[in-house]
């Protein structure tokens, strides 16, 4: 377990790592990068340092920490990967339940996996009985464990539209999305407040209208960035201004953690048009320099949005 740059965690905790692509924002993967780099070390195998693999030795690593610390929890793979056994998740929950005062942040590509685990009615049983703070006189058992968020990546409106309403069916003290890499335009608005529908009504002949709540829950985090990487794809300002506005106009906190290797350029009136070849003309028209990440930065409109949930 290690401290880590990623802008809204302190630590990475990797009690699983590995995992295999399943949609376009899996193309490039940091994570499958990372383990290729490792292979033959630190617990990745040398034939296939990416494939699904458990490190029971580092299950217990959270318990280390007494001061609070936030966790991304397998940053290195997908804890609801189909090959990590169903025991093997509700261990790593018990842990998370055993140290209430760290905060862990759990992102997945597969919400069906999670919610068949987590909806469970005996979900928190499976979790509870497995730990040791549950053996304490007077102890209480929340389910869903308010120290833990749930979240989906959502590269596109396509995957948006697939895992976000199969996540706001899952028991979570805070749901989030994702949107890294953002590979194009993505609509939020039906997630970010709660879907309501106009019923009418009628009152001693009187019909009248009234919105009706059929779903309260709803996202209560958005993170957005750019790729990274040797081949990454650049992202457009407008995708990542249309999320910022959904937020701000919904209320829900908003983080952008980086623009990737690409910024935006207007020759010939941009400062840093000249000598940063080579360039990317976007389909949608607009050009792009490659900077690499540092360079390009994370600021938007001259902000830095760090926001985190509020709950």
């Known amino acids: 377990m290690a401290t880590t740059k990623i802008e809204w965690a302190e630590r990475v905790w990797n009690p699983v ?23 033959g070390r630190c617990g990745y195998p040398a034939e296939e340092p990416f494939r699904v693999t458990i490190h029971g030795d580092r299950f217990n690593e959270p318990l280390r920490f007494a001061k609070p610390q936030r966790y991304f929890v397998c940053s290195m793979g997908d804890l609801f990967h189909a090959d990590v056994p169903d025991n093997i998740v509700y261990e790593i929950f018990a842990v998370m339940a055993d140290t209430p005062g760290h905060t862990y942040i759990v992102l997945t590509k597969r919400p069906q996996r999670m919610k068949e685990l987590l909806g469970r009615p005996d979900a ?3 979790v509870w009985n497995r730990t040791t703070y549950s053996d304490y006189p007077g102890c209480k058992k929340p389910w869903p464990l308010p120290n833990v968020w749930l979240g989906v990546t959502a590269e596109n409106q396509q995957a948006a539209d697939e895992r976000i309403p199969i996540l706001l069916q899952i028991p979570a003290a805070v749901r989030f999305v994702s949107c890294e890499p953002l590979l194009g335009p993505v609509d939020l608005y039906d997630y970010l407040q709660p879907k309501t529908k106009t019923a009418f009504y009628n009152y001693g002949g009187r019909g009248r209208a009234m919105e009706v709540v059929i779903r309260k829950e709803h996202l209560n985090w958005v993170i957005c960035g750019g790729e990274t990487g040797p081949n990454a794809r650049p992202m457009h300002p407008d995708w990542v201004r249309s999320l910022r506005d959904q937020c701000n106009a919904a209320g829900v906190p908003f983080l952008f953690k980086q623009w990737g290797e ?9 400062e840093i048009w000249n000598g940063h070849p080579p360039t990317l003309r976007h389909e949608h028209g607009t050009y792009f320099i490659r900077l690499g990440k540092k360079q390009a930065g994370r600021l938007l409109d001259g902000v830095a949005w760090d926001e985190l949930p509020r709950f």
């Not at 690409?262 to 941009?270: H, K, Q, S, T």
């Open 124 to 126: 928190a049983n499976e």
């Open 262 to 270: 690409w910024r935006e350029a207007c020759p010939p009136d941009d």
């Open 17 to 39: 790592t590995g995992c295999t692509k399943i949609s376009p924002g899996c193309q490039n993967c940091y994570a499958e990068h990372m383990a290729r780099r490792l292979a």
